[in-house]
C-alpha cells in the first residue's frame, strides 16, 4: 500500500516537474482548459488502470502440502490420519465408519486417540488444531 502511494506521490511530482519544465503558462494559453484537463484525467486514468491491476492481482494458491514431521512427532498412525481427514471434511461417525469399512466403535476409539494427541477434547478443536498443523487442508 506505501509502495501504491508513493508511486502516486512519484507521478504527481514528475507531472509537476514537466509542467514546469515545459513552461505551464505557454501551455495554458496554447492549448484550451478542456484538452489540459483532458490529458491530466486520461494521464491518471492509466495510472489508476495500472495501479488496480497490480493491487487485484492474485497469485496460484500454494499446493497444500501435509506436515509429515508433526503426524510424526504426534504418532497419529495412518487409519488415524485416514480418520482425521474425513473429520475435516464434516462427516459424522457413523459416515466415516462407513467410509473406511470398520465399526463406529472403532471410529470413537480412533477419534479418543486423535483427541489425546492434539490435545483437545471436541471435533472442532481436533480440525482448527489439525489444520493450525497443516495436517489437514
Known amino acids: 500500500m506505501i509502495r501504491t502511494v508513493l508511486l502516486y506521490g512519484g507521478a ?3 507531472t509537476v516537474f514537466a509542467l514546469q519544465w515545459l513552461e505551464y503558462q505557454f501551455f495554458v494559453r496554447a492549448l484550451s482548459w478542456e484538452i489540459y484537463i483532458f490529458l491530466i484525467a486520461l494521464f491518471f486514468t492509466g495510472l489508476g488502470v495500472w495501479a488496480g491491476h497490480r493491487l487485484t492481482t492474485r497469485s496460484e494458491p500454494k ?3 501435509k506436515n509429515e514431521r508433526a503426524i510424526d ?3 497419529i498412525s495412518e487409519r488415524e490420519y485416514e480418520v482425521l481427514q474425513l473429520l ?3 462427516l459424522s461417525n457413523r459416515e466415516i465408519a462407513e467410509g473406511l469399512f470398520v ?3 472403532t471410529v470413537k476409539t ?3 486417540n486423535l483427541y489425546g494427541k492434539l490435545e483437545v477434547s471436541r471435533r ?3 480440525v482448527n488444531k489439525a489444520k493450525e498443523l497443516k495436517l489437514i487442508e
Open 110 to 112: 480412533h477419534l479418543s
Open 124 to 126: 472442532a478443536q481436533a
Open 73 to 75: 512427532y504426534l504418532g
Open 88 to 90: 475435516g471434511r464434516g
Open 12 to 14: 504527481m511530482a514528475v
Open 63 to 65: 499446493a497444500f502440502e
Open 103 to 105: 465399526s463406529p466403535n
